[in-house]
Structure formats: C-alpha cells, structure tokens
C-alpha cells in the first residue's frame, strides 16, 4: 500500500489543521492506521491509531486531536486542535501489514510496514 499525507501548514498556538492520509489499494478496510510525529532531533513519536476501529491516543494528543477514517475514500485523518507549539513536527501516517497489528504495539513505530511521506506542521506562540 502507498500512502501519501497532506494538510501541513503553518498555523498559530490555539489554531487547528486537519491532516489527511490517502492510501492506495484495495483492502484499504483491513489496514490499522496510525499517525506518528518527529521533532527535529527527536525520535518518532506515536500521536493516535485507529486499531480495529477504535481509537486511540497519546498521552499529548488525547483530547485535542482525533482520528477518523473513511474506507470509502481511502483516507484516515488527524484533526488536530488547540495546537501547540509544541506540536511542530513532521506527521507521518502508517499502515500496518494487512491488520496484523496486534494492540500492544500500537504505539510502535516499528510494529507499522507501511508509511507515508511526511506532512510539515509549524505552530508558532
């Protein structure tokens, strides 16, 4: 599966950006979903997954942002709200191989075989 995210931008503290994540393929249902981010010179961190059709967050994300899919356009998505500058990041999407994700590795970057490209979000205070 390909995957290709969207929706970056520049916003202020406060402000919200919806993040959009296409992905190719047929089977695109069967596919766990999750968004990642990485700072400069952090490591990639797990923002929020949708497992099996229920969501789930980061500690840093719950509450502001939420995750969402629709199979009928291939598309998962990441509102983001409330940002903060410390939400600036590359956000990545993932997918996993053909829903072998297991739940307790969700929030593992390395659990994930497929990614898109990167999305730049920029928050400013």
């Known amino acids: 599966v390909q995957l290709q995210a969207s929706g970056g931008g520049v916003v202020q503290a406060g402000d919200s950006l919806r993040l959009s994540c296409a992905a190719s393929g047929r089977t695109f249902n069967s596919y766990n979903m999750g968004w990642f981010r990485q700072a400069p010179g952090n490591e990639r961190e797990f923002v929020a997954a949708?497992?099996?059709?229920?969501?789930y967050y980061a500690d840093s994300s719950k509450g502001r942002f939420t995750i969402s899919r629709d199979n009928a356009k291939n598309t998962v998505y990441l509102q983001m709200n409330s940002l903060r500058p410390e939400d600036t990041a590359v956000y990545y999407c993932?997918?996993?191989?053909?829903?072998?994700?297991?739940?307790?590795?969700?929030?593992?970057?390395?659990?994930?075989?497929?990614w898109g490209q990167g999305t730049e979000v920029t928050v400013s205070s």
């Open positions: 993932a997918a996993d191989r053909g829903g072998t994700l297991i739940l307790s590795s969700i929030s593992l970057a390395r659990a994930y075989s497929y």
């Open positions: 949708i497992w099996r059709g229920r969501t």
